[in-house]
């Protein structure tokens, strides 16, 4: 049990020191963190004094901070058990003062405290952003890993390293899969980043201030990686700009030495990747969805719908599908799906990517009376946001509509939303039952999946969960 005691004051009544003791199980005391106050009541020192068996007092003092100290970010009223439950952001609104003189600066470390001021934890603050505080660590958290509190540096080898070990229990990578997701955002509890490796490169994909200030560190931390011999940053230019950060800061994209393209493998498959393609370069959240198909493809004919590099498609004709088709209004992603059949040595008669607008190829199509056993409908990130919401519903329900009335009947469809709005509505089975309607058929789910293991989520940050695949049988 952690309470803490009454503060210790000066001739002013200014507070300097407060002591939190920690109980063992007998409850004695075992540990004590006292936290120190300058005269502005800015957090300037944190000493831990631990209690050994005989009795005698060990001091580690584990972070004495610069001589302005910490500024505090005091929390609402009634807001701060979101936060002791996990809560990643501390959202504007949900501040109610800021103490510390001069104010704390974008990508400053500030302490989280609750109104009565005593700290919580800390984290990274944000001038202009809606998400005005990153938490980093809980004050339990801190007493039991005192060399990562208030210490992004330490904090950032922490997180990667346990990163790092939760793919490698995941079997990642393996002999057939060198693709994968390193690190995601509040999944590994390093909120704004992504890391996703290819091979023995790394992209790292920033859409927070602190990441950008923390550039070196994190890219330090990546490179000490062995099997990691380049490093291509990628800036999420459009978040950027809410985060605060000037553009013109972002002028180097990509080290001279890092290639432009490289190429991976997947489940046995290889691929071709353009590192100035969409998101980071290739889609690793769809991978196991993408093995499910190869299970489902024998002897089938199958349609791959928004294919970008063809990994549907590509995971159908190894599965043994009779005929393939892929379609995509990019070309550059065609050129890499067309690339990746010579690459895995595929019979072009049985697989062939279209460049063609999808609901524009699903039209004529019936106006031919085409159909498919197997149908993939996996379109870009429609609803980035809720305010677009509504027209997106639209745009869903069309696209599914149009495949619905493709799929044989008994035929399978796999359709996938990467909206996170979309998900976090709870629409989109709505949506396509909508389409079901829409097209005179009858639905039902076979399958509901998300992004693959490599994706955590943090269950106090379900706006993390954006992926949505759904299996249906189509009658």
Same mark, same amino acid.
């Given at each position: 049990?952690?309470?803490?005691? %009454?503060?210790?004051?000066?001739?002013?009544?200014?507070?300097? &020191?407060?002591?939190?003791?920690?109980?063992?199980?007998?409850?004695?005391?075992?540990?004590?963190?006292?936290?120190?106050?300058? %005269?502005?009541?800015?957090?300037?020192?944190?000493?831990?004094?631990?209690?050994?068996?005989?009795?005698?007092?060990?001091?580690?003092?584990?972070?004495?901070?610069?001589?302005?100290?910490?500024?505090?970010?005091?929390?609402?009223?009634?807001?701060?058990?979101?936060?002791?439950?996990?809560?990643?952001?501390?959202?504007?609104?949900?501040? $109610?003062?800021?103490?510390?003189?001069?104010?704390?600066?974008?990508?400053?470390?500030?302490?989280?405290?609750?109104?009565?001021?005593?700290?919580?934890?800390?984290?990274?603050?944000?001038?202009?952003?809606?998400?005005?505080?990153?938490?980093?660590?809980?004050?339990?958290?801190?007493?039991?890993?005192?060399?990562?509190?208030?210490?992004?540096?330490?904090?950032?080898?922490? &997180?990667?390293?346990?990163?790092?070990?939760?793919?490698?229990?995941?079997?990642?990578?393996?002999?057939?899969?060198?693709?994968?997701? @390193?690190?995601?955002?509040?999944?590994?509890?390093?909120?704004?980043?992504?890391?996703?490796?290819?091979?023995?490169?790394?992209?790292?994909?920033?859409?927070?201030?602190?990441? /950008?200030?923390?550039?070196?560190?994190?890219?330090?931390?990546?490179?000490?990686?062995? *099997?990691?011999?380049?490093?291509?940053?990628?800036?999420?230019?459009?978040? @950027?700009?809410? /985060?605060?950060?000037?553009?013109?800061?972002?002028?180097?994209?990509?080290?001279?030495?890092?290639?432009?393209?490289?190429?991976?493998?997947?489940?046995?498959?290889?691929?071709?990747?353009? @590192? *100035?393609?969409?998101?980071?370069?290739?889609?690793?959240? !769809?991978? /196991?969805?993408?093995?499910?198909?190869?299970?489902?493809?024998?002897?089938?004919?199958?349609?791959?719908?928004?294919?970008?590099?063809?990994?549907?498609?590509?995971?159908?004709?190894?599965?043994?599908?009779?005929?393939?088709?892929?379609? $995509?209004?990019?070309?550059?992603?065609?050129? @890499?799906?067309?690339?990746?059949?010579?690459?895995?040595?595929?019979?072009?008669?049985?697989?062939?990517?279209?460049? /063609?607008?999808?609901?524009?190829?699903?039209?004529?199509?019936?106006?031919?009376? *085409?159909?498919?056993?197997?149908?993939?409908?996996?379109?870009?990130?429609?609803?980035?946001?809720?305010?677009?919401?509504?027209?997106?519903?639209?745009?869903?329900?069309?696209?599914?509509?149009?495949?619905?009335?493709?799929?044989?009947?008994?035929?399978?469809?796999?359709?996938?939303?990467?909206?996170?709005?979309?998900?976090?509505?709870?629409?989109?089975?709505?949506?396509?039952?909508?389409?079901?309607?829409?097209?005179?058929?009858?639905?039902?789910?076979?399958?509901?999946?998300?992004?693959?293991?490599?994706?955590?989520?943090?269950?106090?940050?379900?706006?993390?969960?954006?992926?949505?695949?759904?299996?249906?049988?189509? !009658?």
């Amino acid at each position: 049990m952690v309470e803490a005691t %009454a503060p210790m004051t000066d001739v002013s009544g200014l507070v300097t &020191r407060f002591v939190v003791p920690t109980t063992s199980a007998n409850g004695s005391v075992a540990r004590a963190t006292v936290l120190e106050t300058s %005269a502005e009541g800015l957090i300037t020192k944190v000493v831990v004094l631990t209690t050994s068996a005989s009795s005698s007092m060990a001091r580690d003092t584990f972070l004495v901070t610069s001589a302005r100290g910490v500024a505090k970010v005091v929390l609402k009223k009634g807001k701060t058990q979101l936060f002791k439950d996990g809560s990643p952001m501390a959202y504007s609104g949900a501040v $109610d003062r800021i103490i510390g003189r001069p104010p704390p600066r974008t990508g400053d470390i500030v302490l989280v405290a609750d109104g009565t001021e005593k700290p919580i934890g800390w984290g990274l603050y944000n001038s202009v952003s809606m998400f005005c505080v990153r938490l980093m660590q809980l004050e339990e958290e801190a007493t039991r890993y005192p060399p990562c509190a208030l210490n992004m540096e330490k904090l950032l080898e922490a &997180r990667i390293d346990a990163a790092r070990e939760l793919r490698k229990s995941l079997g990642l990578p393996s002999a057939n899969t060198n693709a994968y997701r @390193l690190v995601n955002s509040e999944g590994d509890r390093l909120s704004g980043l992504i890391v996703d490796v290819f091979g023995d490169l790394a992209v790292i994909a920033s859409s927070a201030a602190w990441v /950008e200030k923390y550039k070196q560190e994190i890219e330090a931390c990546i490179s000490r990686i062995d *099997e990691i011999n380049h490093i291509n940053w990628r800036p999420s230019v459009e978040i @950027l700009k809410e /985060e605060g950060i000037n553009l013109s800061d972002l002028k180097e994209m990509r080290p001279s030495a890092c290639p432009e393209r490289t190429k991976v493998m997947e489940n046995g498959i290889f691929y071709a990747i353009l @590192l *100035e393609g969409q998101k980071t370069g290739f889609y690793a959240d !769809q991978r /196991e969805n993408r093995q499910f198909i190869s299970t489902i493809s024998d002897g089938q004919k199958v349609l791959d719908i928004c294919c970008y590099s063809g990994g549907f498609a590509l995971n159908a004709a190894r599965g043994g599908a009779v005929n393939v088709t892929g379609v $995509d209004t990019s070309l550059p992603a065609l050129e @890499l799906a067309k690339e990746n059949i010579v690459l895995n040595n595929m019979d072009p008669g049985r697989i062939s990517f279209l460049r /063609e607008d999808a609901a524009e190829f699903m039209k004529g199509a019936l106006s031919k009376n *085409e159909s498919w056993d197997v149908i993939i409908v996996d379109p870009p990130k429609l609803a980035p946001r809720k305010k677009v919401l509504q027209s997106a519903l639209g745009i869903y329900r069309t696209l599914n509509s149009l495949a619905m009335q493709l799929t044989k009947r008994g035929g399978l469809l796999m359709t996938c939303s990467c909206s996170g709005a979309m998900n976090q509505s709870g629409m989109f089975l709505p949506t396509l039952q909508g389409a079901a309607s829409m097209a005179g058929r009858k639905i039902t789910v076979l399958r509901q999946a998300g992004a693959a293991c490599d994706h955590p989520i943090d269950p106090s940050y379900p706006e993390g969960a954006y992926h949505s695949n759904i299996l249906l049988r189509v !009658q």
